[in-house]
């Protein structure tokens, strides 16, 4: 599996950005793409994850009705489409992919996952 995470880059606080993960050899259908930070200094946090058996979907509590995940099958790419920026969301984010199944919030926990994109930089800042 390889991932190919893009679209950071810098954005003044309130604006917007849309990464991008398109995923490359798959085996399954069945697998959950999560969406990941890690600024420095801190751990690597959950952001939002998309389950590909029932579109379920899950995000960290500060990001809801800001970010939304969403996906393109045909082109086996997961998006996080981020509005309404804040300093806060400055961090390198990275997309995983693990094969499973079922939903869960626990999806957001980065210790489940088994593929790992490189990361791409989101600054927030005036």
């Known amino acids: 599996v390889q991932l190919q995470a893009s679209g950071g880059g810098l954005v003044q606080p309130g604006g917007s950005l849309r990464l991008s993960c398109a995923a490359s050899?798959?085996?399954?259908?069945?697998?959950?793409i999560g969406w990941f930070r890690q600024a420095p200094g801190k751990e690597r946090e959950g952001v939002s994850c998309?389950?590909?058996?029932?579109?379920?979907?899950y995000y960290l509590d500060s990001v809801k009705g800001r970010f939304t995940i969403s996906r393109d099958n045909a082109k086996n790419t997961v998006y996080l489409q981020m509005n309404s920026l804040k300093p806060e969301d400055t961090a390198v984010y990275y997309c995983?992919?693990?094969?499973?199944?079922?939903?869960?919030?626990?999806?957001?926990?980065?210790?489940?996952?088994?593929?790992w994109g490189q990361g791409t930089l989101v600054t927030v800042s005036s």
């Open positions: 998309i389950v590909s058996s029932d579109g379920s979907t």
């Open positions: 050899g798959l085996t399954s259908d069945y697998y959950a």
């Open positions: 995983a992919l693990v094969y499973q199944s079922w939903s869960s919030p626990v999806l957001l926990i980065p210790e489940g996952y088994s593929y």
